[in-house]
């Protein structure tokens, strides 16, 4: 059993900086991706950021300048530098992993989310 915890929303005014965490636990013998997504009230669920098993990252282009996706050395835990956030950034933020299967495909793992709040 995987088990994700989340830290680190909040409430911050425009302009201002959070780091959210995402502590993976439990049975892992290795993890391809870490990453974030976000989902504002009334919107589909988006992709905010992901790194790979060999460093690669990906940003939504709303966020590239501004956030900044990292792991630790173990890469069981991820973070998530948001600096410059806007209103717009206002959602609940998931973490997510992907780890492979005995089959050769990959399974999601979601944290609980972790809302953020970017006041004007």
């Known amino acids: 059993q995987v088990r994700l915890e989340e830290s680190g929303g909040g409430l911050v005014q425009a302009g201002g900086s959070l780091r959210l965490s995402c502590a993976a636990s439990g049975t892992i013998l290795s993890v391809r991706t870490m990453g974030w997504y976000r989902q504002a009230a009334g919107k589909q669920r988006e992709l905010v950021a992901r790194i790979t098993d060999n460093g690669r990252t990906t940003y939504a282009d709303s966020v590239k300048g501004r956030f900044t996706i990292s792991r630790d050395n173990a890469r069981t835990t991820a973070y998530l530098q948001m600096n410059s956030l806007k209103p717009e950034d206002t959602a609940v933020y998931y973490c997510?992993?992907?780890?492979?299967?005995?089959?050769?495909?990959?399974?999601?793992?979601w944290g609980q989310g972790s809302r953020v709040t970017v006041s004007s």
């Open positions: 997510n992993i992907q780890l492979p299967t005995s089959i050769g495909g990959l399974y999601d793992y």
